[in-house]
């Protein structure tokens, strides 16, 4: 019998029991209780092992679902980690990337100015070359005039 059953046949006999007048004692026969005591007291160790199954058996399947909870928290916190530290790559590349193209647009800008200087040298020396051609280009012409004026004298000074 279960518990259960034993406390409504003990709710019976105190039901069915005679009552003392002028009060709310009653009298029950004792053997019948005892006997239904001794019978819950048997039955009991078994409610109480099932009880506590079913209590350990609660505490398990809550310390799994907690385990299991606590795998995918860490999981989860895993995954965010490796996200952010691939946001966190891509991000110093995307600056380095940044900062190789302002290098090499100050290189170019650098090259530049030094072809410029370099074409201006280049033109200034031309400048220079081209004057000196002409400067001695024009002492040549002059001295070809002089000599052909002192020719032309001494031609001039013959026939005389």
Known sequence: ???????????????????????????????????IL????????????????????KERILSEAENEANLKVQSANDQIKQIQQQARAQYEKLINQNEITQQAKRQANQIIREANEEANNLRKKSYEYVDKLF????????????SIDSNKKQILNSNK
């Open 38 to 57: 001794s019978d819950m007291r048997n039955s009991l160790p078994e409610e109480i092992k099932q009880a506590q199954w079913v209590n350990e058996e």
């Open 1 to 35: 019998m279960d518990i259960n059953q034993l406390i409504e046949e003990m709710e019976d006999v105190l039901d069915n029991a005679s009552s003392v007048p002028f009060s709310r004692k009653v009298s029950v026969d004792p053997d019948e209780i005892f006997e």
């Open 135 to 146: 400067t001695a280009s024009s002492e040549n012409f002059k001295q070809l005039v002089q």
